[in-house]
């Protein structure tokens, strides 16, 4: 089963606004990380934020991670209509191996 | 600098053939990885490799084989292909520990599109 899950499904913006999008999963881990996937193309890496930190930024994005939880949450500020895409998280534990989530998929309105 | 390299980007097949996705990187990463990605679905994790010589099983290893005889390349192996095995293939690599404190941050290549009929 996959360690991840992302909420909502799918999420519809106006440009300018900004979009949230939740991470939950179900072990430990050592690192989270968020990818983008644009329409027919390969995933590309935007952002980690390891077990130990509970915040990060990276240019409009912002990560928070709440182990006691296990949830993370993406959140792209002010964005732009070329931020529609697939967005996923990722968890990997001490065996290398990255599992990801089902994705967020998100359109942003001109 | 091509990164990963994956071919054919379309294939079909008939139930019953065999086939070798290859994934190629000119990275000198370690680490190689194949996964599916089916609609709904998200990507779930074929097989894996920490180094030449070395793979493992990841999530759904059933009905696929791969080997690492080089750093280089990673080839997944349908050898009786099935319908539930119509998907997108994507490999990715990394360079272990490059986003520090042993994070494995990959490198996608474009994908292949495979179609089981």
């Known amino acids: 089963s996959q360690q991840g899950e992302e909420d909502p499904q799918a999420l519809s913006i106006q440009e300018g606004e900004n979009a949230t999008m939740n991470c939950s999963y179900k072990t430990s881990i050592n690192n989270l990380q968020w990818y983008r996937q644009n329409s027919g193309r390969g995933l590309v890496h935007l952002i980690l934020i390891r077990s130990n930190e509970r915040e990060k930024h990276s240019g409009r994005l912002r990560v928070t991670l709440d182990t006691s939880k296990k949830s993370s949450s993406l959140l792209i500020t002010a964005s732009r209509a070329a931020d529609t895409a697939s967005y996923f998280c990722a968890t990997d534990d001490s065996s290398y191996k990255l599992i990801f989530g089902s994705g967020t998929r998100l359109l942003v309105r001109p | 600098n091509a990164g990963v390299t994956q071919t054919p980007k379309f294939q079909v097949l008939k139930t019953g053939q065999s086939m070798t996705l290859q994934c190629a990187q000119d990275?000198?990463?370690?680490?190689m990885s194949w996964y599916r990605q089916d609609p709904g679905m998200g990507l779930r994790l074929i097989h894996y490799s920490v180094g030449a010589g070395i793979t493992d099983q990841g999530e759904v290893p059933n009905g696929y084989n791969v080997s690492r005889s080089t750093t280089e390349d990673f080839p997944l192996r349908l050898l009786s292909a099935a319908p539930s095995q119509t998907s997108v293939y994507f490999c990715a690599s990394s360079y272990l520990g490059q986003g520090g404190s042993g994070a494995n941050v990959l490198t996608f290549g474009a994908g292949s599109r495979l179609t089981v009929l």
């Open positions: 990275m000198n990463h370690e680490y």
